[in-house]
């Protein structure tokens, strides 16, 4: 087994090139991790469910503004049924029970 070129390492992690900003990660993480210890499962499941659904607005935009000219019915469809999707999970979080 060859040893670690710590260097090397280094070079190679800072060369990476991440498509979701860093310190959305680490908030991400800190936030659902903080739910979690607090006992928090509703807050837990709405901030991965509000990150995921912002992450696959946030990278994919251009391919929903492109495909917005060819298909204006699908792509309202979509953002009208994300937004009530969206609004009946807040109701249902908020909710007392």
Not at 3 to 24: D, E, G
Not at 62 to 79: C, E, H, Q, T
Request: aromatic share 18%; net charge positive.
């Amino acid at each position: 087994m060859e040893p670690v070129n710590t260097a090397s390492l280094l070079s190679q992690i800072l060369s990476i090139k991440l498509v979701i900003p860093a310190w959305q990660m680490a908030f991400f993480i800190i936030t659902i991790s903080i739910s979690m210890l607090m006992r928090r499962v509703k807050l837990c499941l709405i901030t991965i469910f509000l990150f995921t659904f912002y992450w696959g607005f946030f990278l994919y935009w251009g391919d929903i503004i492109a495909s917005f000219s060819r298909f204006p019915n699908v792509v309202s469809l979509y953002l009208v049924s994300g937004t009530i999707h969206i609004i009946l999970t807040l109701i249902v979080f908020f909710r007392e029970g």
